[in-house]
């Protein structure tokens, strides 16, 4: 059943990347334990409008938990304090009446702020590019069925796929590494034997453009594997160290 | 305007091979000569982007978030159809066509779903390729399952998660070709007119959405991908940002709207909950293979689920419809679910519900396997309802999903606008009244994939196109246009926000341009969508300014446009005198309630052409003739 709960808000606002950015204070009143995190914010935010004031910008989408959008840190954990749960699937009913909820935006070097919850995540496209795919044109596969996959093979490689891209785990990350996130692709693809051809030259390739983004070094705080909303786990880190450490070794790419 | 769909002579088998090979070539050397503008990045925009990429064109493509990934293909869940027959259950190119055309309720080009079913084949074999981790047997080959419409199992998954993975296939292709520099990306961009030069698409004026500066952008061709206009409902499970904006400009600048009153509404969504509700969350169409659909046979029976004993349950789809059960299509499967609440059956808070329960699934086959098929599903439906459907059955209820309306295009998916082209859910192409499921993710794929790369080098090679700069004096009136419009919304400054008009009118057309239609209804949405729209350019309020990252002015662009377009798909709905998929005309029905077509008058795709403000719209029609499949009354029963 669903009650009506009342809330005190801390909010981050910041008018511009060049603008330090400051705390705001705000009431929620008559928040429905059914809402969803977004939906008690678009509630904040229609008042804010009707009071003549800039509402507050965050990024969201789907709101299905999927398409990786959203994502503030809440009371400082990325995604809120639910395991497993992107932002847009945090419902209210997971706060009490009273209430005091400080929400900021993702914070990383990588992720430069550019408005209030609004980060910029650019340098996850820049990962992808320098390795996040297979290289296969159009026109030029093979029969589907010519390449058999291990059942369980094809579910740990999904296992990793599953990654939204939301930026989370950096953000939980003291180092605000992308670890996480990067080993999700190398992972899932060196899993395949369609993604092995490319194997090193990916693995090196992304992990220098980690670097080159201004990502920080993985040093096992888990962290990551905590927050993330898709609960990929550190075991991918894993394989992304041996899968470099071959490739650094062994490969012609190196 | 003539619509000439250019269907291509010769058997059906070979009219794709046939035109193909008439179709002209752009030598490869000349191919990075042309600039070929893509709008959107889902599953259509992204394939094509990485295609035509991959052959050398020179290639801007928009997306309007900071991600191609996030496109809202990456929600579809179910799967993606193809004509494998891997199971050995009987599928073929010809079934898979026979039923989509059947499916479609017989308002679809038969020539167009045949070279769907075609190009299908190839499709799993691309996504394969690119490493996309599809479901598969212990022995490591690919797995099946099975959706509505179809009495044999033809649909490839990855978990509840396929257009994830698809999407995120053709988007590391995309990302590919981005890196190698064959193509531009535009993120955070809302293209707000299509640019048009001498009678031909050559550009379009986008809106950057960090700094709110407008840009010209300049082309040979433009590709429009943009999706559906499912919000037009404003609750409906598709993504906040999906909209009818770019389609509905082209339309203004003379691409045909075809069919906008064709909408879907699929049969298992979660129920609506509360006035502030945000948007309707999908459970995945294949939850109905192991799924029972079930009401409490009296009225008003308000006993919890366990509690109803099994001789007093209607498992009425089962029941209605032996041979199909519960995977009859969605449009069947919506339209009973409310006449089974609409007699005071529903269950939940609201009786605007129905179960569908796995209890005998996992009696059958345990836990573990029914949670590795769905198991992400379920676990979003206990984060958004708080219950646990492994314990207690899922309520479910109708919601807006897809369009199968869209811009009109020819047979090479080119719109009435010249050097426009439409792919995806943009087009109206293939699903004719009614899509089934898991047809979606293979439509936008085969489109941008394998159809495009080929039809637009047709057009350009055989097409005289004049250098153009982004300084012709038509990109700057166009620009300034969409400034004029921008300056309009910031300066109304009334009392109401954009979101509660936007639910407004998402009231009314779901009242009386949802699943079910009457002519009374229509008439009075009509009225109701004009009066809206007038209060919405005189009392909306839009804060903060145009130079500037601002959610409120996106959202209110795109509502004042659906505040237009609405009055379409109800004119198109009382145009269209009988019922047909998902157009149900309360008017027009069998004995037993399902919806009668009028072949004799309405075997056609209606395609709207704009007239100018203040005049109605123009009705074209393009027959439909069927040669293949004959024309029947659908039954699933």
């Given amino acids: ?254 | 305007m003539r619509l000439d769909a250019k269907i291509p002579g010769g058997p059906l088998p070979q009219k794709w091979d046939r035109h193909r090979f008439e179709l002209k070539l752009v030598n490869p050397a000349n191919k990075r000569k042309f600039d070929i503008l893509v709008v959107g990045t889902g599953l259509a925009g992204a394939s094509a982007s990485a295609s035509l990429g991959e052959l050398g064109y020179n290639v801007k493509t928009f997306c309007i978030h900071d991600s191609p990934r996030r496109a809202h293909s990456i929600a579809a869940q179910g799967g993606i159809n193809a004509a494998k027959n891997y199971p050995n259950d009987g599928d073929s190119i010809w079934r898979l066509f026979y039923d989509t055309v059947k499916g479609g309720d017989f308002r679809a080009r038969e020539a167009n779903v045949y070279r769907l079913a075609q190009i299908s084949n190839a499709i799993i074999d691309h996504c394969v390729a690119q490493g996309v981790p599809f479901a598969r047997e212990y022995g490591g080959l690919l797995a099946n399952r099975s959706f509505g419409g179809a009495q044999l199992s033809r649909t490839f998954y990855a978990r509840g998660q396929t257009g994830q993975q698809l999407l995120l296939g053709a988007y590391g292709a995309l990302m590919r070709q981005v890196a190698a520099g064959r193509v531009r990306l535009f993120p955070r961009r809302e293209i707000l007119d299509i640019v048009v030069v001498h009678g031909k698409a050559r550009g379009v004026v986008a809106r950057n959405l960090l700094n709110g500066e407008i840009e010209c952008h300049e082309g040979h061709a433009v590709v429009l991908a943009t999706g559906g206009y499912g919000n037009a409902y404003y609750l409906s499970t598709n993504a906040k940002a999906s909209n009818v904006t770019a389609a509905f400009r082209a339309y203004k600048r003379g691409a045909a709207f075809a069919n906008p009153c064709f909408t879907q509404i699929h049969p298992t969504c979660i129920p609506v909950h509360g006035t502030y509700q945000s948007k309707l969350t999908l459970m995945s169409e294949s939850l109905r293979n192991d799924g029972r659909v079930w009401v409490p046979k009296r009225a008003g029976d308000k006993r919890p689920p366990h509690q109803i004993p099994e001789a007093e349950r209607d498992y009425f789809l089962e029941r209605k419809y032996p041979s199909f059960g519960n995977l009859v299509p969605r449009d069947v499967a919506s339209r009973n679910v409310k006449e089974q609440c609409d007699q005071g059956k529903g269950v939940g808070e609201t009786g605007l519900a129905v179960y569908l329960d796995f209890a005998d699934a996992i009696r059958r086959d345990g836990r573990a396997v029914i949670e590795r098929k769905y198991g992400n599903l379920f676990q979003m439906y206990e984060k958004i309802t708080g219950d646990d459907p492994y314990e207690t059955p899922m309520m479910i209820y109708p919601a807006v999903h897809y369009t199968m309306g869209g811009l009109w295009v020819d047979y090479n998916l080119m719109s009435t606008l010249e050097g426009l082209f439409v792919l995806g859910e943009a087009n109206f192409s293939d699903h004719g009244a009614n899509r089934l499921g898991a047809s979606a993710l293979m439509q936008g794929l085969a489109d941008g994939y394998f159809i495009i790369p080929y039809t637009l080098g047709g057009y350009l090679a055989g097409t005289s196109l004049e250098p153009v700069s982004a300084s012709d004096p038509a990109f700057a009136a166009t620009a300034r246009e969409a400034e004029e419009r921008i300056r309009r919304l910031l300066e109304v400054n009334g009392r109401r926000t954009v979101d509660e008009l936007h639910r407004e009118l998402g009231m009314v057309l779901w009242n009386h341009c949802g699943m079910s239609r009457t002519n009374e209804g229509l008439a009075k949405a009509r009225a109701r969508v004009q009066e809206l729209r007038e209060e919405f350019w005189h009392n909306v309020r839009v804060p903060g300014a145009g130079r500037d990252l601002n959610q409120s002015l996106e959202k209110a662009g795109r509502v004042a446009d659906f505040m237009e377009f609405a009055e379409l798909m109800i004119l198109d709905a009382l145009a269209r005198q009988e019922s047909c998929g998902g157009h149900f005309n309360e008017a027009y029905q069998t004995e037993e309630n399902e919806a009668r077509r009028d072949d004799e008058r309405y075997c056609h795709v209606a395609a709207w052409e704009f007239a100018g403000l203040e005049r109605e719209p123009v009705r074209h029609e393009e027959p439909l003739v069927f040669e293949h499949v004959p024309l029947t009354q659908r039954s699933y029963k």
């Fill in chain 1, 1 to 254: 059943m669903s009650q009506s709960i009342r809330l005190t808000l801390k909010i981050w606002r910041q008018k511009g990347p060049a603008d330090p950015g400051r705390f705001e204070t705000f009431a929620a009143e008559d928040i429905s334990t059914d809402m969803s995190f977004l939906e008690m914010l678009d509630v904040v935010n229609e008042k804010l409008i009707l009071e003549g004031r800039e509402p507050v910008a965050f990024d969201h989408d789907c709101r299905e938990g999927i398409c990786g959008s959203c994502g503030a840190v809440v009371n400082g954990r990325p995604h809120g304090h639910l395991r497993g749960t992107t932002l847009c699937q945090l419902h209210m009913r997971h706060f009490r009446d009273g209430d005091t909820i400080v929400i900021e935006p993702f914070r990383a070097r990588a992720f430069p702020v550019i408005k209030d919850l609004v980060v910029d995540r650019s340098a996850l496209d820049r990962l992808m590019q320098a390795g996040g795919f297979v290289s296969v044109n159009t026109g030029s596969a093979p029969e589907a069925n010519t390449l058999p996959v291990p059942s369980d093979r094809a579910e740990r490689a999904m296992d990793a796929a599953a990654c939204i891209g939301c930026g989370a785990c950096v953000a939980a990350c003291p180092n605000a590494s992308a670890m996480l996130f990067t080993s999700a692709k190398v992972s899932h693809l060196a899993l395949l034997p369609q993604g092995r051809p490319e194997a090193a030259r990916r693995v090196l390739s992304m992990v220098r453009a980690m670097d080159a983004c201004g990502f920080g070094n993985c040093s096992n705080h888990r962290e990551c594997e905590m927050t993330c909303p898709k609960e990929i786990s550190i075991v991918h880190i894993a394989r992304l160290n041996r899968e470099a450490l071959k490739a650094g070794f062994l490969s012609p790419e190196r």
